[in-house]
């Protein structure tokens, strides 16, 4: 009888490990251990069979078995691969139902015959072999056999797992195949591959390659292989499954592209690798390690220093002016020298510069200099064309030609030499002016990226909450949404407006003066750039061309110098200069579909306009305008000045009982229509010069626009035959050289009206006139007058919207009333056009201010008052409120009362209603509050809402002021009439502030502290709030509740949370610094400013030291910072106290004091040989300690001041958070 193995194990329904083993040679005896019963079960009777052949038979004809499966038991000398199959009795256990076997088979596939040797997977039953797993699984189910696999004495697995278990579990890899027909056993030994990820794979027996991991494996084991793993081709790293490596692969390649291979040193000790290919090098100490990682962590634990050095983020370069100008000039040589290596370029580059400069960067540099060349010569040959003899003016032949000139005269033959007799330097100039215009009109000119799609949105969307627009809507109800005229409306009546041709003003004139060209067209300096271009708004819009004011200001003023000399020098303007875009700008509050309820605004280049305003300033000077005219004047307030005489004139008629007519004239459309050829003739009059009436006839003329409508969109072209731009600086000056004349025949006409010694006649303001006479028929002449003006200047009287007044006497009395019944008749084609009267109780509109017919201002409370209704109950921000009324609201105010004769009650009941509305939004006590606090300005420590009462005496008396020392007789006489010095005076009572008091609120000025309170810089509504309760001294402590009164009961007074174990009083100043409850707050506050400070002198590349344990004299130290640089320690405490009772140097001298004990300490402990001691003090109520700079200036670090607002505010924002926790008894 054949001997077969000791025992099996088997696996049955609520039963664990069961045995059946030979019966001495008569059979085989099942027993196995209930889990139900907890006992072993056996059969009664021996199972008798002659051999393993037989058992299987005997196990498979049983209808009725009861165990689930066997498996061979592990033997150490011999694993067995074949498992086989039994079945108990039926009579033991019996459920009487037919199961199904379960068969464990070992992994890989092996023949349980020992004369095939083929590496398959065999039925234990019928012998039937199949290579592939899921083909003997499909086999084993004619069977009743359910498949699984192990290795071994390994525990189950399924297909996949078990490939990637068998190479690691089989070493060796011998396998035991057992025959039931042969005695002993055969060892079959098979060999082990692996193959480099990523594939294709190669089979290693017969070439054959896939694409599939799975399938080479499946391939190799007809060839009786075992794939032991997968080796990552760059690192030759081995992995035991495919997942894993396919992980590490990518991370493997994408940094051996970005390090080089280090070089191969000498290994220093046993951690070192052996390998030179895959090593990484430490330039400290040569060690080298596997991976990148290893060397990494190696110098963060080793080399601290030089690991925070490389761990810095580079820096993108950007190359300056002056530095491609050394790279163009060093080409220059090489070409001269006829050579163009880059490695010579890099080599001089590097020792010009004394750094190192790689061959791809100064590639990168000789590219980007021959592009700028290129896109110079390309963009600007039209500028340049100008430069040709063919271009420049015949009489600057003469002129250059001339030897007898002046001293200006000498300096333009001096640029007209330099252009034209040598060609070298003619090339060299023009060369120059061509690459300052390609700089500056080139928008991306600094080589920027244009921002990206998400940065794009978020300014769409801060332009959306225009905080302009918004007060526009609160204060002037405007509409918030975008209303705008649409684009094909607006284009066809500008074009019908501008772009009509009028016929040429030929009319006689007189001048006024000799031809003088002054120094209008002198050589511009740089100084004279540089000066013009500091009054340029840096927020100006740019241009169509998209050139801003920032842009400018980084080109070198002498370069602009030159190319400005060379508009002078040839009378030339290139036209991309001239043309414009118009924006619309709404007039009314109801704005309809059509243009004339627009503004336009027309806009041209910055380039332009920066050339426009110089030569704005050197016209102003050759044009001496009539004094009346006081628009755009230097040196005076042209609105109060017209206001103010308009007011005297009709106090002064009432007083003396003298007739007064008044006629306020409206010139419809006078800035669009105004001809060209009048602002010619206007020149000539003044005695300008050809050559400047040339330079300005170019600048006038020739000019395009287009108009801008919302989303962008811009309209056709539309040429400018007509009008004058406003927004270009010149325009104004010379819409005022054109009425000038009409001012001067009004002044002759001698029917105004006089006051003291002079006679009034006309208050001109640009196109605004007033006429003013003493009688019904001279104001008629005036009318006259005026009309046969603007019909020779093309322009058009709009008589529905002039408006008159006309004061009589009454009989028999010196009091005046108002005339309505006879109106003011206009010459108009033959017939006679009225004037319109204002009517009884009616106010006349000058400049933006009501009049009354008594000649005072006046004013509308209610109105006031629905305004500051709107913006109270606006979905604003509190900050945002404030903002509105603060920066707006207060400005425009401050205009409408700025002029005399606003009474002294209502500028109080207006500073009351502004100051009652904001207490209201900003949850201030009505009561107990100091109103200075609103009143003082931001940087002082107030809210910035400056008192109208006060703005009122100082606008009068600068702008009487200002009146005295006018160049206007008139001016003169209304400033120095008794009223007027009156407001003098009271002015110089007002302000006369005693020295000390000067001393005062200098020391208490704290600009640095006090930013947040304009409210935009990003704090939360509730901790605004809060932070001016805090600051002005209101927060609703028990003790500020009972401020000035003594309670019955002393305990009322005592901390809600605390007071009755410590005895504390409820104070600001108790809760946030003592209370326990709140401990951990202002413990909070102290540590995120601790960690600001730290973080920034990180960056400034200390080592940094937060609360490190030092003891000395027996007592343990934990100073805030250390910082560690170089050879110097620098000990720095930082400190939030309370600012009250005690100077905030006190508390820096206390922490310096407690930590200069430690000093000699500090320098043991960290080996250095200097120590410096020093403190950063920030009050709670954001309030910024002078003395912080003797602690930073000796530690060598530089706190910007946007830095140190933000400690002040953090520090202010973790006091708010210490009293909202502790009134809500969150803390």
């Excluded at 997977?121 to 056999?145: K, S």
């Excluded at 080089?260 to 990484?280: C, F, I, K, M, W």
């Excluded at 001269?336 to 001089?348: F, M, P, Q, R, T």
């Excluded at 064309?385 to 009489?395: A, E, K, L, R």
């Amino acid at each position: 009888m054949t001997d077969i193995s000791s025992g099996y194990r088997i696996k049955k329904k609520n039963s664990v490990l069961r045995q059946y083993t030979p019966e001495c040679n008569d059979g085989f005896l099942l027993k196995w251990k209930s889990e139900k019963k907890n006992r072993i079960l056996e059969s009664s009777v021996p199972i008798h069979v002659d051999s393993e052949k037989a058992l299987r038979h005997w196990l498979s004809n049983q209808s009725q078995p009861d165990c689930a499966s066997f498996s061979s038991e592990p033997s150490p000398s011999q694993p067995p691969t074949v498992v086989d199959v039994g079945k108990a009795p039926t009579d033991v256990g019996s459920s009487g139902q037919h199961a199904t076997f379960h068969l464990i088979i070992s992994y890989p596939g092996a023949s349980v015959s020992v004369i095939k040797f083929t590496v398959s997977f065999n039925c234990p039953l019928c012998e039937h072999p199949e290579a592939i797993f899921a083909g003997l699984a499909n086999h084993c189910t004619h069977h009743n056999l359910s498949v699984a696999l192990t290795r071994s004495s390994c525990k189950l697995y399924s297909i996949n797992s078990v490939a990637s278990h068998c190479p690691i579990s089989a070493h060796g890899n011998h396998k035991t195949v057992a025959d039931a027909s042969s005695q002993g056993s055969v060892s079959v030994r098979k060999n082990t591959v692996t193959f480099f990820y990523p594939g294709p794979f190669k089979c290693h027996a017969c070439e054959h390659s896939e694409a599939v991991f799975a399938r080479i494996v499946n391939h190799c084991t007809h060839h009786n292989l075992v794939v032991h793993g997968l080796t990552c081709s760059i690192c030759k790293k081995l992995f035991n499954t495919i997942n894993s490596v396919a992980c590490h692969y990518p991370h493997c390649k994408k940094q051996a592209n970005r390090e080089p291979t280090p070089a191969t040193v000498t290994p220093l000790d046993p951690e070192v690798t052996a390998s030179a290919q895959n090593s990484h090098v430490c330039t400290a100490c040569s060690r080298t390690f596997n991976t990148h990682n290893g060397l990494r962590l190696h110098e963060k634990r080793k080399h601290a220093s030089k690991f925070m050095a490389s761990s810095q983020a580079p820096k993108h370069h950007r190359w300056s002016d002056d530095e491609l100008h050394d790279v163009r000039v060093i080409l220059r040589k090489l070409e001269d020298a006829g050579s163009s290596s880059l490695a010579v370029l890099a080599e001089e580059l590097s020792r010009l510069w004394q750094e190192s400069i790689s061959v791809n960067t100064a590639k990168y540099l000789r590219k980007k200099v021959r592009s700028t060349e290129s896109c110079t010569v390309k963009s600007h040959a039209q500028t340049l064309s100008c430069m040709t003899t063919d271009c420049v003016n015949p009489q600057m032949e003469s002129l250059s030609l001339g030897a007898k000139t002046t001293k200006s005269e000498g300096e333009m033959v001096v640029i007209t030499e330099r252009g034209t007799p040598k060609q070298e330097a003619r090339k060299h100039y023009t060369d120059g002016v061509a690459q300052v215009l390609s700089t500056l009109l080139r928008p991306n000119r600094d080589g920027r990226k244009p921002p990206a799609l998400l940065t794009r949105v978020k300014g769409a969307f801060s332009r959306l909450r225009d905080p302009k627009r918004i007060a526009a809507h609160l204060i002037k109800n405007q509409p918030l949404c975008n209303v705008s005229c649409p684009i094909d409306v607006a284009e066809s009546a500008l074009r019908q407006r501008l772009s009509e041709r009028p016929c040429v003003d030929a009319a006689p004139y007189k001048s006024k003066r000799p031809p003088n060209s002054s120094n209008i067209l002198s050589p511009i300096s740089a100084d004279e750039v540089t000066l013009h271009l500091k009054l340029m708004s840096a927020r100006t819009s740019a241009g169509l061309d998209g050139v801003q004011v920032s842009h400018i200001r980084q080109c070198d003023p002498v370069c602009l110098a030159k190319a400005f000399n060379c508009f002078l020098l040839a009378r030339h303007i290139p036209q991309h200069l001239k043309d414009c875009r118009t924006t619309l700008i709404i007039k009314t509050d109801d704005p309809r579909p059509d243009a004339e309820d627009y503004r336009p605004i027309t806009i041209a280049s910055c380039v332009y306009r920066l050339f426009s305003k110089i030569v704005t300033r050197r016209l102003e000077n050759c044009i001496p305008l009539h004094p009346r005219q006081k628009a755009f004047r230097s040196g005076t307030d042209g609105a109060f000045d017209n206001i103010t005489t308009l007011t005297t004139i009709i106090k002064e008629a009432h007083k003396f009982g003298t007739e007064l007519n008044i006629v306020s004239v409206d010139l419809a459309k006078a800035f669009d229509t105004v001809n060209h050829s009048s602002i010619d003739r206007a020149l000539r009059m003044q005695g300008l010069d050809s050559e400047s009436r040339e330079l300005i006839k170019e600048m006038v003329t020739g000019s395009t626009t287009v108009i801008k409508g919302d989303g962008g969109a811009l309209s056709n072209k539309i040429e400018i035959n007509q009008g004058v731009r406003q927004g270009d600086p010149i325009f104004p000056l010379l819409f005022n050289s054109v009425m000038d004349e009409l001012i001067e025949r009004l002044e002759q006409s001698g029917v105004g009206f006089k006051i003291g010694n002079t006679e009034v006649v006309t208050l001109a303001f640009a196109d605004d006139i007033i006429l003013v006479s003493s009688s019904h028929r001279g104001m008629e002449r005036l009318l006259s007058i005026t009309h046969d003006f603007v019909n020779e200047r093309g322009l058009k009287l709009n008589i529905k919207k002039c408006k008159g007044i006309r004061f009589v006497r009454t009989p028999k009395t010196k009091s005046l009333v108002q005339d309505t019944s006879k109106a003011f008749k206009v010459p108009q084609a033959g017939e006679h056009l009225h004037v319109p009267m204002v009517g009884p109780g009616e106010h006349i509109k000058v400049l933006g201010v009501n009049i009354a017919p008594d000649g005072k201002p006046t004013f509308s409370l209610g109105t006031l008052e629905g305004t500051l209704e709107r913006i109270r109950k606006a979905p604003l921000k509190p900050a945002q409120k404030l903002a509105t009324v603060r920066d707006y609201l207060i400005p425009a105010l401050e205009y409408q009362l700025g002029v005399p004769g606003v009474g002294k009650r209502v500028l109080e009941d207006v500073d009351t209603s502004i100051r009652h509305s904001v207490k209201r939004f900003l949850h201030l006590p009505h009561t107990g509050m100091n109103s200075m606090f609103l009143t003082m300005p931001v940087k002082d420590g107030g809210l910035g809402l400056r008192p109208l009462r006060t703005q009122h005496i100082a606008r009068v008396a600068v702008g009487a002021n200002s009146m005295m020392n006018s160049a206007d007789p008139t001016s003169q006489t209304v400033a120095r009439m008794p009223q007027h010095q009156k407001s003098l005076h009271a002015a110089l009572k007002h302000f006369s502030v005693p020295t000390a008091s000067k001393d005062s609120l200098k020391k208490g000025k704290r600009s640095v502290g006090n930013s947040w309170l304009s409210g935009l810089n990003g704090m939360r509504s509730r901790d605004f709030i809060t932070g001016l309760k805090l600051r002005f001294g209101v927060i609703e402590t028990r003790s500020q509740k009972w401020r000035g009164r003594t309670p019955q009961n002393p305990a009322v007074l005592l901390c809600r949370h605390c007071g009755r174990s410590t005895g504390q009083r409820e104070t600001a100043a108790h809760i946030s610094q003592k209370c326990p409850v709140t401990q951990r707050l202002y413990i909070q506050r102290h540590n995120r400013i601790v960690h600001l400070v730290g973080e920034h002198a990180r960056r400034e590349g200390f080592t940094v030291h937060v609360e490190h344990a030092l003891k000395s004299a027996g007592q343990v130290y934990k100073p805030d910072l250390i910082l560690i640089k170089g050879n110097s320690a620098h000990i720095l405490g930082v400190a939030v106290p309370w600012e009250k009772g005690t100077d905030m140097h006190e508390h820096y001298e206390r922490k310096t004091t407690k930590y200069s004990r430690i000093t000699e300490d500090v320098k043991a402990h960290f080996g250095v040989d200097s120590c410096t001691v020093g403190a950063i003090v920030v009050g709670a109520r954001s309030s910024w300690c002078a003395s912080n700079r003797l602690a930073l200036k000796a530690c060598s670090m530089h706190f910007t001041k946007k830095f140190k607002r933000l400690l002040c505010r953090v520090a202010l924002e973790g006091t708010c958070r210490v009293f909202q926790a502790f009134f809500t008894g969150t803390a």
